[in-house]
Nanobody
Framework: QVQLVESGGGLVQPGESLRLSCVAS????????IGWYRQASGKQRELVAR???????DYADFVKGRFTISRDNAKNTAFLQMNSMKTEDSAVYYC???????????????WGQGTQVTVSS
């Protein structure tokens, strides 16, 4: 099973920036869509941004103009650059990817364990 590991979370003040990383490891044939999701305490998980293998991006309205998703296909890595952060951005951020694994090219969605982001003064 391909694993996703997020990193880069932490505590920042409103207006500051943070960059999250998501690294996929395992027998990867290809990765199509990679998405960043978040789940605040007591709320449902929601899509933040996603990017296709061809670098087509899609953002939730609440992060447009502030967050940027990118990926390095050669390193099986995705990033989420978060600027002008707000207190309401506080949540656990998860990386998700549609994986095509191994020679059998089994396709499934993998999730990371999440990384905590807290925006507070």
């Amino acid at each position: 099973q391909v694993q996703l590991v997020e990193s880069g979370g932490g505590l920042v003040q409103p207006g500051e920036s943070l960059r999250l990383s998501c690294v996929a490891s395992g027998t990867i044939f290809s990765i199509s869509v990679i998405g960043w999701y978040r789940q605040a305490s007591g709320k449902q998980r929601e899509l933040v941004a996603r990017i296709t293998s061809g670098a087509v991006t899609d953002y939730a309205d609440f992060v447009k103009g502030r967050f940027t998703i990118s990926r390095d296909n050669a390193k099986n890595t995705a990033f989420l650059q978060m600027n002008s952060m707000k207190t309401e951005d506080s949540a656990v951020y998860y990386c998700s990817a549609i994986i095509e694994e191994g020679q059998a090219r089994r396709v499934y969605t993998s999730w990371g364990q999440g990384t905590q982001v807290t925006v507070s003064s």
